[in-house]
C-alpha cells in the first residue's frame, strides 16, 4: 500500500534524491529508511532504493513512476499565471489578450474580465477572426468551417485544443453548440484537458462546461447541452476535477444537474477512462469517486444526491480516497454529528456500522443536548475533532455551541485556518455570530492567512445582514 502522495507539481530531480538519501540511510542503519524498506523491497542498491520510492507513492515501479511524471509534465499548464493588461500593439498580442479575459482559469475569474473581453471585441472586431481559438470563443460559425483542420491542434496563451477554450468561455457568444458539434466531428478529443499547476486531477472539457469550484466559477451558459454533446462523444463521466468543482470544493447553493448527468453516462463505472489510465494511482477510481460523494452529500445534508449516490450499490462505508477535508469519517458518522438525521437513517438502514462513543458525543452536542460526559472522554473528544466549533459555526448550528464549550472545545481562537466566527460570518449565519459574541468571542480578531476580522468575513461572503450587525457593535465587544 502506498504511504504517501505526490507532492504538488512533482519533479524527477527531487524523487531521485529522495532515493539517494534513502540508500545513505539504510545503509546507516536509519531506523524509519530500514523500514520503509522492509516494507515495500530490501535496499541494497540505488535501484532497490528507487523501486522503494516508487511502491511507496503507489507506482509498481521505478520506470513507471517516470512515465507519470513524463505525463504530467506533458500536460501541465499554468493558464491562472499569465498576467493580462499588456500591450496590444499587434494582432497576436490583442488576440491572446481576448482569450485570456473571455476564459476561466481558477484563479482570480472575476466576472469583469469577461466583460473586458466584450469590450475589446467591440474595439478590435479583426480579433474574432484571428486563429481558430478566437473564432470559437467569439462564436465565428464560418471561421471554425474554415480551419477544420485544427480541431485538435494545442495554440493559444494557454497552449489548449479549440474545444478547452470553448468549454470554458463565459463570453455570451452565439453558435456555441453548432461548434462544439463542428471539432467533435472533426478530430476533437472529448476528453481533452490539461493538469492545472501539475496537480493530478484533471482539468477536461468537462469541468469546464460545469465551471464551480473554489471560487464558484459559473457554469457555461449551454451546460447541460453541451455536457450531453461531450459525453455522447465518448468524454468520460468519471471527472474527478467536475465532482470536486461541484462538491466539496464549492460554497452552497448545489444542485444535482451534473451528477444526474454524468450518472447517466456511467459515473461509477468502468476503466476511469483515459486520464485515470495516465494518473493511475494518483486519479480516483470510479467506485472512489462516487464514496467521496456519498461523504461530501452526507456531511452536507444533501438527502437527494445520498440517494443517487446509494442508488448505484455504493458502500455506505466507503471511504473514497480518504480526503483530509472528511477528518477520517464514515458517511453515516458525518450526517449524525452534524444533525442529518434523515441522511443519517438511511445509511444505517443500508448497513452502516453504529457511531462509537466519541461520535456519539459529537453528535449529542451538535443536537444541542448537554449531557454527562467523563472528563477522560470529553479530553478525547476535543483532541480527535478540535475544528468542530468551526464546523459547527459554518453551518449555524447554534444549538451546538453552549454544549461544545461545556465539554472544552475552543469557540474563540483560530482552528483550521479560521475562528467559528470567521465562518459563521462567512456563511452568514447572524444568530451565530450573536451567540459566538455572547460566549466571548473576539469580533475583531484577525485570522492568520488573509488577516481579517469577522466583518471582513461577512463583507467579503456578501452577508448584509452580519456586516451591519457587526458594524454596530461597540468598542471592546467580546475578548481580546
Known amino acids: 500500500m502506498p504511504t504517501r502522495n505526490l507532492p504538488d507539481d512533482p519533479h524527477l530531480d ?32 540505488l535501484a532497490d532504493a528507487q523501486l522503494v520510492i516508487a511502491r511507496s507513492y503507489g507506482f509498481p515501479s521505478w520506470p513507471r513512476i517516470v512515465r507519470h511524471l513524463e505525463l504530467v509534465d506533458r500536460y501541465s499548464r499554468w493558464p491562472h499565471r499569465q498576467s493580462v493588461g499588456g500591450p496590444l500593439d499587434t494582432p497576436e498580442q490583442r488576440a491572446d489578450e481576448f482569450l485570456r479575459l473571455a476564459t476561466l482559469h481558477y484563479g482570480q475569474d472575476d466576472p469583469a474580465r469577461q466583460q473586458s473581453a466584450r469590450a475589446l471585441l467591440d474595439r478590435f472586431p479583426d480579433i474574432a477572426r484571428s486563429n481558430i481559438y478566437t473564432q470559437v470563443v467569439a462564436g465565428d460559425l464560418d471561421g471554425v468551417r474554415a480551419n477544420l483542420a485544427q480541431s485538435a491542434v494545442e495554440g493559444g496563451p494557454y497552449r489548449w485544443e479549440p474545444l478547452l477554450y470553448l468549454t470554458y468561455s463565459r463570453l455570451d457568444a452565439p453558435n456555441q453548440l453548432e461548434i462544439a458539434h463542428l471539432l467533435l466531428a472533426n478530430g476533437a478529443d472529448p476528453n481533452a484537458g490539461y493538469l492545472w499547476q501539475g496537480l493530478p486531477s484533471p482539468f477536461t472539457a468537462l469541468t469546464g462546461v460545469f465551471g464551480r469550484g473554489e471560487g464558484d466559477q459559473p457554469p457555461h451558459r449551454d451546460r447541460v447541452e453541451l455536457a450531453r454533446l461531450l459525453l455522447d462523444a465518448g468524454a468520460d463521466a468519471n471527472d474527478s476535477q467536475t465532482m470536486y468543482n461541484c462538491g466539496p470544493g464549492c460554497p452552497p447553493p448545489y444542485d444535482d444537474v451534473h451528477l444526474e448527468l454524468l450518472l447517466e453516462y456511467g459515473l461509477g463505472r468502468g476503466d476511469g477512462g483515459p486520464w485515470h489510465e495516465r494518473m493511475t494511482t494518483a486519479h480516483p477510481t470510479p467506485q472512489q469517486l462516487l464514496e467521496d460523494e456519498l461523504l461530501f452529500a452526507s456531511s452536507a445534508g444533501l438527502l437527494h444526491r445520498v440517494e443517487l449516490v446509494l442508488a448505484q450499490g455504493t458502500d455506505p462505508e466507503g471511504v473514497g480516497t480518504k480526503h483530509p477535508v472528511f477528518g477520517g469519517d464514515r458517511p453515516y458518522e458525518l450526517a449524525a454529528v452534524q444533525g442529518h438525521t434523515e441522511i443519517a437513517e438511511l445509511l444505517r438502514a443500508r448497513g452502516a456500522a453504529p457511531l462509537d462513543q466519541l461520535h456519539e458525543v459529537y453528535a449529542a452536542a451538535m443536537r444541542g443536548e448537554t449531557t454527562e460526559v467523563e472528563p477522560e472522554l470529553a479530553a478525547r473528544a476535543v483532541a ?45 449565519q447572524l444568530a451565530t455570530v450573536r451567540k459566538l459574541i455572547e460566549l466571548g468571542a473576539d469580533p475583531e480578531l484577525r485570522d492568520p492567512n488573509y488577516h481579517g476580522t469577522a466583518l471582513s468575513w461577512a463583507e467579503h461572503g456578501g452577508r448584509q445582514a452580519v456586516a451591519e450587525y457587526l458594524r454596530g457593535l461597540p468598542r471592546g465587544t467580546g475578548t481580546r
Not at 464546523?391 to 483550521?416: H, N, W, Y
Open 14 to 45: 527531487h524523487l531521485r534524491g529522495q532515493a539517494k538519501s534513502l540508500l545513505k540511510n539504510v545503509r546507516a542503519g536509519d531506523g524509519a529508511a530500514l523500514a520503509l524498506a522492509g516494507e515495500f523491497h530490501p535496499v541494497l542498491t
Open 384 to 428: 480527535r475533532r478540535p475544528d468542530l466549533p468551526v464546523r459547527a459555526a459554518e453551518i449555524g448550528r447554534t444549538e451546538a455551541l453552549e454544549p461544545l464549550q461545556r465539554l472544552g472545545f475552543d469557540l474563540v481562537q483560530v482552528c483550521s485556518g479560521a475562528a467559528p466566527i470567521h465562518r459563521a460570518a462567512l456563511n452568514g
